[in-house]
């Protein structure tokens, strides 16, 4: 059963409008993070959380805010979408230190953003 | 900040071939490496990791040396097969304001043809 989940799978936005991406994880992990990826920028993190109430700003943090209520959720919302963030997001959850064990992704939304 | 290279965007490989897609890491002191698998339509995977100099992870007939000397990590196969075919990943943990993440490169498209 998967242990990170991510909805919706794929949205279609348009600009201005907000969006808000959910992920759940089960696998009691403390740290959670979002990326986006992009051809020739490979994955590059957007926001992380080290536990519930925490959200801490990744290397491109601009335009995204990030909201962790529990230990299984984190939220990434944009709330005034642009075309320049059409993309893919994944979601990943993992253990801590995060700089030192593995993470477990999440199967990704596809945004597009008219 | 610290960082991870990998010099080739694609790589073309006919079955049983042997593989090498390189990584080069910029950073002081030991950080841990990873490599991870994306396969079409799916969240990226964890594959192996290493911590210390001259210490060699492996996972799935895949395996890479960490070398502090050359600063690199390159992932190697003896033989390819179709089913490797996937977009390939380097990261290594860094460390942030608040705590240590993991950095990616951009990633290595790998195809195998028959």
């Known amino acids: 059963e998967a242990a990170v989940t991510q909805s919706p799978r794929n949205k279609v936005a348009v600009t201005g409008g907000k969006v808000t991406l959910s992920c759940n994880q089960t696998?009691?992990?403390?740290?959670m993070y979002w990326y986006r990826q992009d051809t020739g920028h490979g994955l590059r993190l957007i926001h992380y959380s080290y536990g519930a109430g925490s959200t801490e700003k990744g290397d491109i943090p601009d335009g995204y805010k990030a909201s962790r209520p529990s230990q299984e959720n984190f939220s990434l919302i944009l709330e005034l979408a642009t075309p320049s963030q059409t993309s893919v997001y994944f979601c990943?959850?993992?253990?801590?230190?995060?700089?030192?064990?593995?993470?477990?992704f999440g199967p990704g939304t596809r945004l597009t953003v008219l | 900040g610290d960082s991870v290279t990998q010099t080739e965007g694609q790589v073309a490989l006919s079955e049983e071939d042997f593989l090498t897609i390189h990584c080069n890491y910029s950073a002081s002191g030991y950080p841990a490496l990873f490599w991870y698998v994306q396969y079409p339509g799916e969240g990226p995977q964890f594959l192996f990791r290493?911590?210390?100099?001259?210490e060699k992870g492996s996972s799935r007939g895949f395996e890479a040396t960490y070398d502090k000397g050359t600063t690199s990590f390159h992932l190697r196969k003896a033989s390819v097969q179709e089913s490797d075919s996937a977009v390939y990943y380097c990261a290594l943990g860094d460390r942030g304001n608040s705590g240590t993440y993991q950095r990616f490169g951009t990633g290595t498209k790998l195809q195998v043809v028959p």
């Open positions: 696998n009691n992990h403390n740290n």
């Open positions: 990943a959850s993992g253990d801590a230190p995060g700089g030192d064990y593995e993470q477990y």
């Open positions: 290493a911590s210390r100099d001259k």
